[in-house]
């Protein structure tokens, strides 16, 4: 109880005050973006399109966004690539929050916004959705310092399958949590594809990866 009351307090604080730095400068071509590109040239089956929409949930800073749009810029003449964080306002050990990392990993890509916002709050139909390592369980959303209250894989997932338009690429850390999302969707009743361990040359990591191609 006293880290969850301790990760609520975190929160509203991050969230009403967002502090920044500002003038974030990272390395806008890295192996996070190659990762995604690899992954999703590996398991989306996109056709080319006159304009294609996509969303990415859980963007975090959203260092790997030019691999998304490398790939669905090849598939369409327009895109709209959406990202939405819900810790948009947490602080890393050099002052730069998450937010202001993304504004500088999405300059100059025409068509992309990052909102700082709730993927309940999202409304707009997406064709195509990127899930990266989302929470099935409790523990690792306790670790990243979110209140207990934003724990609702089901309700999430349910939502994120009423705004998916084509296909929605889900990726779980490790069997165990590949196992639970396994559950949950076959518990909401949404098809899907066991697409197994999911890797890529361009990044490796210590526990290995699995993924879920969800159609509509």
Request: net charge neutral.
């Amino acid at each position: 109880m006293f880290k969850d009351l301790r990760n609520r307090f975190d929160f509203f604080i991050r969230s009403h005050t967002r502090f920044s730095r500002k003038n974030y400068r990272g390395e806008a071509e890295n192996s996070e973006a190659d990762y995604v590109f690899d992954i999703l040239s590996q398991n989306f089956k996109a056709d080319f399109q006159e304009s294609l929409s996509v969303l990415d949930i859980g963007s975090k800073n959203w260092a790997y966004v030019r691999g998304e749009y490398k790939f669905f810029k090849n598939h369409c003449k327009t895109l709209k690539l959406d990202g939405v964080e819900i810790d948009a306002y947490r602080l890393y050990s050099n002052l730069y929050s998450r937010y202001e990392a993304a504004q500088f990993y999405i300059n100059g890509l025409e068509g992309v916004s990052y909102y700082a916002d709730d993927l309940l709050n999202i409304k707009s139909r997406y064709d195509y959705i990127i899930w990266l390592l989302p929470f099935v369980t409790k523990y690792p959303l306790k670790r990243w310092g979110l209140p207990e209250r934003f724990f609702m894989p089901e309700k999430l997932l349910e939502h994120a399958y009423e705004i998916l338009g084509k296909e929605m690429l889900i990726v779980n850390q490790g069997k165990e949590e590949a196992e639970i999302q396994k559950a949950l969707l076959d518990k909401l009743g949404i098809p899907y594809e066991s697409l197994g361990v999911v890797s890529s040359k361009a990044l490796e990591f210590k526990n290995a990866r699995y993924g879920f191609l969800v159609t509509k």
